[in-house]
């Protein structure tokens, strides 16, 4: 998303991420990753929940795709620190519009397993084309 905000934005959509664990966590984060967009904190995991975003078990760490992520982001520079409150918890990516429209849901079936950004570029490109 940080790579990509600029086109969101000259779409004229606000990016925003939601993540787990503490204030210091979340600090220790943007840090890292450079975001500037805002990053909420959802301990209690309720906007996970409401979307249906599900929770891994220990077997995905065995899965092909999952020891293909963890290379991409080794290889990246990226490395995890310690592990939050929810570990297993999945995430995912979504492009939401005024007036409670979902226009772009995607949920993470495993660890690394990333919204791909061009799919949430083009349901925004949409949007702001029957919009504008």
């Given at each position: ?53 599900g ?11 999952n020891a ?65």
């Open positions: 998303m940080r790579d990509h905000e600029d086109e969101f934005r000259s779409l004229d959509c606000d990016v925003a991420a939601i993540g787990l664990g503490d204030r210091h966590y979340a600090e220790a984060f943007r840090e890292e990753t450079g975001i500037t967009f805002p990053l909420f904190i959802d301990d209690d995991r309720l906007a996970y929940k409401a979307v249906g975003m929770s891994a078990n220990l077997l995905h760490l065995l899965r092909k795709d293909k992520a963890r290379h991409r982001a080794k290889k990246g520079g990226h490395s995890q620190h310690r592990l939050g409150k929810n570990p297993l918890q999945l995430g995912g990516g979504l492009v939401l519009a005024p007036g409670d429209r979902d226009l772009y849901v995607y949920l993470s079936e495993t660890f690394g397993d990333n919204a791909p950004i061009e799919d949430m570029l083009a349901s925004a490109r949409a949007e702001a084309s029957a919009v504008g």
